[in-house]
């Protein structure tokens, strides 16, 4: 038996029309040409308000405008030179799931973690869960493989 949360009643009930899947299409598109930019302003636009960005394995979590400012100042920080290669996509009512292959190097002080200054490259999967209101997302969470991450910084 599958149990689920309101949230995602009401994200099942959400009719998926062309309009809907090209507004998150072109959302998601805005979003990483920003992040790729590192234009912090770009990817601030593509976000509600109250958007939360969660970084699942760790249990990091930051909130609104401000908290995803950090998370970026943060992330861009620790891998100035992250690249993410997109390896499969789902776009739809409720928002994009994105399977990636991140790499970058450790230059920067990430989840409590020095830098170790070595170069990593490990699937991740993010979630951008789409807010219909204001017709933007409402963050990212963040899935990945911590014992391969942390194998990898620790080579």
């Known amino acids: 038996m599958t149990s689920e949360s309101p949230g995602a009643r009401a994200q099942l009930a959400l009719r998926v029309t062309t309009e809907l899947y090209n507004d998150v299409k072109k959302l998601w598109i805005k979003h990483s040409k920003a992040e790729d930019a590192r234009d912090l302003d770009g990817l601030i636009a593509t976000l509600a308000e109250d958007c939360v ?3 699942i394995p760790t249990g990091q979590r930051w909130e609104g405008h401000d908290g995803a400012r950090e998370f970026y100042t943060t992330f861009l920080t620790a891998f100035p030179n ?19 292959q991140m790499s970058g190097t450790h230059r920067g002080v990430w989840a409590g973690m020095e830098p170790t200054r070595k170069k990593i490259s490990v699937p991740i999967v993010i979630h ?8 933007k997302f409402s963050g990212e969470k963040i899935y990945f493989d911590t014992a391969e991450f942390t194998k990898q910084l620790a080579e």
């Not at 992250?82 to 990636?100: S, W």
């Not at 951008?128 to 017709?135: A, H, S």
């Open 128 to 135: 951008f869960p789409w807010n219909v209101e204001p017709k």
């Open 53 to 55: 960005y969660e970084i």
């Open 82 to 100: 992250v690249r993410f290669d997109l390896r499969d996509i789902v776009i739809g009512p409720q928002g994009v799931i994105e399977v990636t």
